[in-house]
T-cell receptor, first 112, second 115 residues
Framework: KQEVTQIPAALSVPEGENLVLNCSFT??????LQWFRQDPGKGLTSLLL?????REQTSGRLNASLDKSSGRSTLYIAASQPGDSATYLC???????????FGTGTRLTIIP | DVKVTQSSRYLVKRTGEKVFLECVQD?????MFWYRQDPGLGLRLIYF???????EKGDIPEGYSVSREKKERFSLILESASTNQTSMYLC??????????????FGSGTQLSVL
């Protein structure tokens, strides 16, 4: 059974810093990994999707990497801004059982 | 941009009531999903559908049913609401380019309280 872990559960950093969010998964047999953002009381917004054959994806100040063999992904946020404050979730599509498994997220606070 | 619209942001219902949660997407997506999100438990899949009139059980289907009469609309039904169904309900859709495994687009959620 696939398990997805995001540590830490919460993170606070000063504005302007670069930061890394972590996601680990137990079964490397995946199709892809997605990173989402969720604002309080709202739905999820897809940020980046990395296929299993890819190593990274970039969108603006965001860069997501995937190391399938070690079961890890990172989301790098450059030059953080207060508007980046949100919960960030990762999710993996697993082969075999064809299921999307979510982590429980990292709540990020950018301090002005 | 893809838009997934959930009919209500907040709902308050009584125990035993029949509850309908509606979701509409405007991008002709084949796949639609219903999740619930609870603190400490994350997102859990209730039901999904990969075509009109098709439905598949997710991880926690008990106490729920779904309806997909039209491609753009996917309804979640609580036949007899109970307090343990108090939760945030999230609808999502995706294009079926490679089966189910495409980028998901979510609605803004419905916070349901069952009293």
């Amino acid at each position: 059974k696939q398990e997805v872990t995001q540590i830490p559960a919460a993170l606070s950093v000063p504005e302007g810093e670069n930061l890394v969010l972590n996601c680990s998964f137990t079964d490397s047999a995946i199709y892809n990994l997605q990173w989402f953002r969720q604002d309080p009381g709202k739905g999820l917004t897809s940020l980046l999707l990395i296929q299993s054959s890819q190593r990274e994806q970039t969108s603006g100040r965001l860069n997501a990497s995937l190391d399938k063999s070690s079961g890890r992904s990172t989301l790098y946020i450059a030059a953080s801004q207060p508007g980046d404050s949100a919960t960030y979730l990762c999710a993996v599509w697993s082969r075999g059982n064809e299921k999307l498994t979510f982590g429980t997220g990292t709540r990020l606070t950018i301090i002005p | 941009d893809v838009k997934v619209t959930q009919s209500s942001r907040y709902l308050v219902k009584r125990t035993g009531e029949k509850v309908f949660l509606e979701c509409v997407q405007d991008m002709d997506h084949e796949n639609m999903f219903w999740y619930r999100q609870d603190p400490g438990l994350g997102l859990r899949l209730i039901y999904f559908s990969y075509d009109v009139k098709m439905k598949e059980k997710g991880d926690i289907p008990e106490g729920y049913s779904v309806s997909r009469e039209k491609k753009e609309r996917f309804s979640l039904i609580l036949e007899s609401a109970s307090t343990n169904q108090t939760s945030m309900y999230l609808c999502a859709s995706s294009h079926r380019k490679t089966g189910l495994r495409e980028k998901l687009f979510f609605g803004s959620g419905t916070q349901l309280s069952v009293l």
